[in-house]
């Protein structure tokens, strides 16, 4: 209602006599709209300041599709329930409270949304204050609808603290049945031990055969199935993977891994008229094939070496973490698809990986398969890549260049991923001893660098190949040390380098490539103004960040510089420390780097003892490859990635093994 003084527990309308507005409003009962200015972006649309008693304000702000934003001050300092960005202050001069109305999600049919916004707490309730609220563009919005102080109901009492019990408890329950309860690791719950026929009919070694084209016919199958979209086949398929799997259980994470480039663009028909993505799939099956095993055959007992924690902890306790986030996120059902797909997901990986390890009957051959098939799935999307590229189809054209993307939506998703499998393909054929070998995978580096390059993603050409390069140098110098061999291979080296460089000089004219320096305009502007606002998100949520999957919705409703409106739409920092940190708080990110420097040290110990460095090195030039890319990228909130990461920690954790 219409109020002539502004208490405690009153809600205001925007005609009310308290409120002393700029020129040019148009004000009725329903909210107050300011008039466009002569020039927008450097001048406010209009002010209004107003006086209260109370101790908590509060504005009904009109939200939806379109750019506007307000600063708020009380008594001239800014609300301090808003962010304040250093150096984004009002029209005075002055550092204000900063909040926009841009929040698309909440646009409905019939237009703009009203929002209760808590901007300012301050006093007892009976203390005197005075309030000024800037707006920015936002006309014909009708963008402040009302005015409350003390007014709103008590927020709810947050459920995190409450899941935090749970995992408490649910941690000591694990850790005691595991020391308490060794009857649970070594013998079946059903005293019944299964044996496929054909392990007593014919040889072992044929056996072993026999699985590998089944795996490979599954695969065939399930391929078809995606392409004609037939379910029966897709099950026949699955069928057929999982009996390979019950010979050699190496071949089902085999093809998941080789899978993963196509997990975007080809969900897989399950049922008429339903479809699941591969990942769910391949987890979904993976999970069946363990509880089978571990319900009928014998389970060994191989406990990790007590000098150190398994790698798989440290997942666990990142995906405990990450579900503490999710339950403190604003956009709950986001985060907690993210939570799903991405870190339990991982969670699951790791111990099915563990498993496997447990139950391989060739550790060195399965091993090799993973890489294999890992690495093949990175070849067939740099051929597809390459395909496209030289027919022009599905190529995206930007800043004066044909970007390929193979089945991802944006060029760098591959980028991101091809860095990886190249890196492995690159360390072995420069330091496999059999020239055969260093053929063939020098033959399958070659696909994926081309592929790589013309991507023309700035992040992996300028950043992760040349960690690559220089991670393959400087491990090639060790290793060829040891071998005391000679150092020929690292002149190769500096020469693939020369030729990435020989190879993009006819595009370094284009718009791509020349502003690549010019951080006052373009993509190098933004991004420095996208990190001044990822970095005071960082401080404002240093706990629990905002939640996985919701940086968007932070970024662009609440901490997104004016002078950055062009880009709102972002879902991520596009650097990996400051991606830990918002999504997961400080916590979540020293996690992070404990699970990615026990992964680098172990790897560095494997280069120098262990008896296959040249995998070390690999894995090495993969691991340093991704963070240095991922300083200006993503580099692990996707759930492809976060899978390879897993792989790459199970393979250095073998290698410490190997010691």
Request: proline share 6%; with cysteine; charged share 10%.
């Amino acid at each position: 209602m219409a109020v002539e003084q502004l208490s405690s527990g009153q809600v205001a309308a925007m005609n009310s006599p308290i409120f002393a507005y700029s020129p040019g409003w148009r004000i009725d009962a329903t909210g107050a709209d300011p008039a466009e200015p002569t020039a927008p972006w450097i001048e406010p649309s209009g002010v209004v300041t107003f006086a209260y008693t109370g101790a908590e304000l509060a504005l009904r702000l009109a939200v939806g599709d379109y750019w506007g934003y307000l600063y708020v001050t009380v008594d001239g300092q800014p609300a301090n329930l808003l962010p304040m960005l250093a150096g984004n202050d009002n029209s005075q001069g002055q550092s204000a409270g900063y909040r926009t109305f841009y929040a698309p999600e909440k646009q409905g049919a019939s237009g703009t949304s009203e929002e209760w916004v808590r901007v300012h707490q301050a006093g007892d309730g009976e203390t005197p204050h005075v309030a000024r609220v800037e707006v920015w563009r936002s006309w014909g919005r009708k963008p402040l609808r009302a005015v409350a102080v003390d007014a709103l109901p008590a927020l709810p009492f947050a459920r995190w603290p409450g899941i935090l019990l749970l995992l408490i408890g649910g941690w000591c329950a694990v850790i005691t049945t595991y020391r308490a309860v060794p009857a649970l690791q070594t013998g079946p719950v059903i005293p019944v031990r299964f044996s496929l026929a054909l392990n007593r009919l014919i040889r072992p070694a044929w056996a072993q055969a026999m699985a590998m084209a089944g795996a490979v016919s599954g695969i065939l199958l399930i391929a078809g199935a995606v392409v004609v979209d037939q379910w029966l086949m897709t099950l026949l398929g699955l069928a057929l993977l999982a009996w390979a799997a019950l010979q050699r259980p190496a071949l089902w994470c085999a093809a998941l891994l080789f899978a993963l480039p196509f997990y975007y663009a080809f969900p897989l028909p399950i049922l008429p008229h339903r479809s699941l993505n591969l990942i769910d799939v391949g987890l979904l099956g993976a999970f069946v094939l363990f509880a089978f095993d571990w319900a009928c055959l014998p389970q060994p007992h191989i406990p990790y070496p007590v000098s150190r924690i398994p790698y798989p902890v440290f997942l666990l306790a990142l995906t405990s973490w990450a579900l503490l986030a999710t339950f403190a996120a604003d956009q709950f059902s986001v985060a907690l698809r993210e939570w799903r797909t991405v870190f339990l997901a991982a969670a699951f990986f790791a111990l099915l990986l563990t498993w496997l390890r447990h139950r391989s009957v060739d550790a060195a051959g399965d091993r090799w398969l993973l890489i294999g098939a890992w690495v093949a799935g990175g070849v067939v999307v740099a051929v597809v890549a390459l395909w496209q590229y030289t027919s022009g189809q599905m190529v995206i054209t930007a800043e004066g260049v044909w970007r390929v993307r193979a089945f991802y939506g944006s060029p760098n998703n591959l980028a991101l991923y091809l860095e990886r499998t190249l890196a492995m393909s690159l360390a072995l054929a420069l330091f496999t001893r059999s020239r055969r070998a260093q053929l063939g995978w020098g033959g399958v580096a070659a696909l994926q660098a081309v592929a790589l390059l013309l991507t023309f993603s700035k992040g992996g050409l300028l950043l992760g190949l040349p960690a690559i390069f220089a991670t393959l140098w400087c491990g090639g110098w060790v290793l060829l040390a040891q071998r005391g061999e000679s150092r020929r291979p690292l002149w190769w080296i500096a020469g693939t380098g020369v030729l990435a460089l020989l190879a993009l000089m006819p595009f370094l004219g284009t718009e791509r490539f020349q502003r690549l320096l010019d951080f006052q305009q373009g993509t190098g502007f933004l991004r420095l103004q996208l990190w001044q606002s990822a970095w005071q998100m960082a401080l404002d949520h240093p706990l629990l960040g905002v939640g996985p999957d919701n940086f968007l919705y932070a970024f662009r409703s609440q901490y997104i510089l004016p002078t950055a409106w062009q880009e709102p739409n972002l879902n991520h920092p596009h650097n990996w420390i400051l991606d830990w940190w918002t999504r997961l708080g400080l916590p979540g990110l020293a996690l992070a780097l404990i699970f990615f420097g026990r992964m680098i040290g172990w790897l560095w110990q494997g280069l120098r003892r262990t008896a296959d460095p040249v995998l070390c090195l690999g894995l090495l030039a993969a691991i340093v490859g991704a963070l240095t890319h991922g300083l200006i990228d993503a580099s692990y909130a996707l759930p492809d990635l976060m899978l390879v990461w897993v792989l790459l920690a199970h393979l250095a954790e073998r290698s410490a093994d190997a010691d």
